[in-house]
């Protein structure tokens, strides 16, 4: 089992920063592939970001790319992802998710662990 608490959200004007945090817990950190998905109100849940087990390999949805930046430290079991250039369109529930292999994946049943999400919401 991993346990996932995500930290870092909260409320930002359009065109700020924010870094969210996810710590993890339980079974190895450093052999998970680790991802953040969003979910609007009244929308699906989707990708956002994916980072492998490494720190080497990572992608990103086209909505977010060269905005967004996902990291992870494996000693201290944690991922980031570093949120700049926030839009209104980005307000969303943040969730960390783990996944039992290596490689990345940008599906949301590709993974088998998920946080609990963290609000971030993006005034204009």
């Known amino acids: 089992q991993v346990q996932l608490v995500e930290s870092g959200g909260g409320l930002v004007q359009a065109g700020g920063s924010l870094r969210l945090s996810c710590a993890a817990s339980?079974?190895?950190?450093?052999?998970?592939?680790m991802a953040w998905f969003r979910q609007a109100p009244g929308k699906e849940r989707e990708f956002a970001a994916v980072?492998?087990?490494?720190?080497?390999?990572?992608d990103y949805a086209n909505s977010v790319k060269g905005r967004f930046t996902i990291s992870r430290d494996n000693a201290k079991n944690t991922v980031y992802l570093e949120m700049n250039s926030l839009k209104p369109e980005d307000t969303a529930i943040y969730y960390c998710a783990a996944r039992r292999f290596l490689t990345i994946a940008t599906m949301s049943n590709e993974y088998d662990y998920w946080g609990q999400g963290t609000q971030v919401t993006v005034d204009p």
């Open positions: 339980g079974r190895s950190f450093s052999t998970n592939a």
């Open positions: 980072i492998d087990w490494r720190g080497v390999n990572t």
